[in-house]
């Protein structure tokens, strides 16, 4: 049973043996789960998935590899949460003659298990990816190597407290082996590890692990990863099964002002320029970029975009602000290289205005890395990106 301050919130019965629903079992064999229930008030609030995962917590501590449950044949949303948590149609399965079950099984990885973390177990998870950031060839995006603990702590509590968002614990013989943050779009499809993986062993396992644990829980979603150009491990691993590379790219960040000017004909986008801003970008931004155009439309405040404009349009520079601190470019199109520097004196001019700290370039192209130089950008970051279509 799961309680909270007041009341009890979820329970189950777990049985190491059923010879009602699994009469041709051998005992012990597997865990059997029955009569999963959730308080009506806290329904979708993902406690169904974390009783699931107590139950297969207890099947490792007895090492059984199986766990069992049945539902009404019938029962589409209970079917639809068990597939979705991992679970194979074992058969239909019909009790005295007329009525009907789906029988499910789940094989367990021996003494391997991956749950969703916590606030209670946000500390282990912090001091592990902490341990393991400190080291060049294992540190992961966003993150720095010499990324303060408490920078880690607060970005793994949004991701805890937030909805669509998980930090993954993978455990081995109840020993963590294992820890990244997830984020998924339900309407687009759309999952993502982005801090992660962090892995204490071979991480090919463990990265394998969480791998098939995405597969099971985002089907048809599109898998993107983000990865630093130094975690070699990760970038072999994720080519080996078969991602597709979207971007190798560096970031050159900008934290000086002065000295930067705004020329005539820039216009940030407003209602009378956006269809032409739009309309230009659009050939720019592939359907897999997560922000495509669409999006982009849908969400304008998210970015500053500055235009220029001098006998039509003649470029444009994109940046998606955080927080209102820093802003990153996402985008530079324009087709003289002296308008791109200009779009970005332009960007710097407003984020000064504007009392931003910090401007990062992300890009893929030599001419923007030089750019960047001449403007007084350094160096601080890598990133690869690959996708795959689960």
């Not at 009404?72 to 399965?93: C, H, M, P, S, V």
């Not at 530079?332 to 910090?358: I, S």
């Amino acid at each position: 049973m799961l309680k909270n301050k007041t009341e009890s919130v979820a329970a189950m019965i777990l049985q190491w043996q059923d010879t009602i629903f699994w009469p041709e079992a051998k005992p012990a064999e597997s865990g059997y789960l029955h009569k999963l229930c959730v308080r009506r008030d806290y329904a979708k609030t993902g406690l169904s998935t974390m009783m699931i995962e107590v139950a297969q917590m207890e099947c490792a501590k007895k090492n059984v590899m199986k766990l069992r449950l049945d539902t009404g044949w019938q029962n589409t949303a209970l079917r639809n949460l068990y597939e979705k948590n991992g679970f194979i149609l074992y058969d239909q399965f019909v009790l005295d003659g007329r009525h009907e079950f789906a029988r499910y099984e789940k094989r367990l990885e021996e003494n391997v298990m991956i749950k969703k973390c916590t606030i209670n177990e946000l500390d282990e998870a912090v001091e592990f990816a902490f341990s393991k950031n400190q080291w060049v060839e294992e540190r992961c995006r966003p993150f720095l190597v010499n990324e303060p603990v408490e920078n880690i702590y607060a970005d793994f509590k949004k991701y805890v407290e937030t909805e669509f968002y998980d930090v993954l614990l993978q455990y081995d013989k109840d020993k963590l082996v294992g820890v990244t943050a997830i984020f998924w779009l339900v309407e687009d499809n759309y999952v993502s590890i982005n801090r992660g993986i962090f892995a204490a062993k071979d991480y090919s396992v463990v990265a394998k692990r969480y791998l098939d644990y995405i597969q099971s829980n985002f089907k048809g979603y599109k898998y993107y990863i983000n990865t630093a150009k130094e975690h070699q491990k990760s970038i072999d691993f994720y080519h080996a099964q078969g991602f597709e590379l979207l971007e190798d790219a560096v970031l050159y960040k900008l934290d000086d002002f002065s000295g930067v000017s705004l020329i005539s004909g820039m216009e940030e986008l407003n209602t009378s320029n956006q269809d032409e801003i739009y309309t230009y970008l659009e050939p720019g931004i592939t359907e897999d970029t997560y922000w495509n155009i669409e999006r982009l439309k849908q969400q304008p405040e998210m970015f500053i975009i500055i235009g220029f404009f001098f006998d039509g349009l003649k470029g444009v520079i994109q940046a998606r602000k955080y927080k209102n601190i820093s802003v990153e470019i996402v985008g530079l199109e324009a087709e003289e290289t002296q308008v791109k520097k200009d779009l970005m004196n332009a960007l710097a001019k407003t984020c000064k205005d504007r009392g931003f700290k910090l401007i990062q370039l992300y890009t893929e192209r030599q001419e923007e890395v030089q750019l960047g130089k001449e403007l007084g950008y350094t160096y601080f970051d890598s990133n690869v990106c690959f996708l795959k279509k689960l």
